[in-house]
């Protein structure tokens, strides 16, 4: 196997540009929903996922893929962030509140 080439100088540019993106957008966006809203990044994606589903119900370990978080953190968001709420049933799964 040959060693890659190194970046051409404009291939660098946009690679540290598209790595800074990657870092400061999230950022950006979790401040703005958690001034108005209260929410972190997390949980605000944990209700995009679930508005999105017929049934607004899903098992963890799909919340998990839709979102890019493990099993566990989806368990820490929804334990810490609604622990009484009754959005979610004793298996994990959520229920529909309206």
Not at 24 to 47: H, W, Y
């Amino acid at each position: 196997m040959t060693d890659p080439a190194p970046l051409e100088h404009a291939e660098e540019v946009l690679w540290r540009g598209l790595m800074r993106l990657l870092v400061t957008v999230p950022r950006v966006m979790s401040d703005d929903l958690e001034r108005p809203a209260g929410l972190i990044g997390s949980e605000c994606m944990v209700l995009v996922h679930l508005s999105e589903v017929m049934e607004r119900r899903l098992r963890t370990s799909d919340l998990a893929d839709r979102t890019g978080l493990s099993p566990s953190r989806i368990t820490r968001v929804v334990e810490a962030t609604w622990p009484h709420a009754g959005c979610f049933d004793a298996t994990g799964a959520p229920t529909r509140t309206e």
